[in-house]
C-alpha cells in the first residue's frame, strides 16, 4: 500500500487511523457489507464473470440514485483515546 502510495500525488489521500473494533467507521467496509446483505447473500453463480457482472450491475444500480454522506466531526474534536470502560 506504501508503495502504490508513493506514486500519488502528493495530498490526494490522507490516512485516518480508526479506533479498534471502529469498523462501522469505515465506509467502503460498510458499503461492501451491505452489498453482501442485499445482493450477495444466498446467490449461486456459474462463473468467476458472471460473479463480477452482477457486482458491477449492483455498483450501477447503486449510483443511479447516490446518496452523500456528510461526515458531521472534525478529527481534532473526536476522542480517540482508550475507549474500554471499566
Do not use: C
Not at 502528493?10 to 451491505?34: A, D
Not at 447473500?41 to 458472471?50: A, C, L, M, N, T
Amino acid at each position: 500500500t506504501k508503495n502504490f502510495l508513493a506514486t500519488m500525488p502528493e495530498g490526494r489521500f490522507e490516512f485516518v487511523f480508526t479506533p479498534t473494533h471502529g469498523s462501522w467507521l469505515n465506509m467502503i467496509e460498510s458499503f461492501f457489507g451491505k452489498m453482501t446483505k442485499q445482493m450477495l447473500r444466498g446467490i449461486r453463480v456459474q462463473s468467476k464473470q458472471e460473479l463480477v457482472n452482477r457486482i458491477y450491475q449492483y455498483f450501477k444500480e447503486v449510483n443511479q440514485d447516490p446518496i452523500i454522506y456528510h461526515w458531521k466531526y472534525k478529527m481534532d474534536e473526536i476522542d480517540i483515546g482508550n475507549t474500554n470502560e471499566t
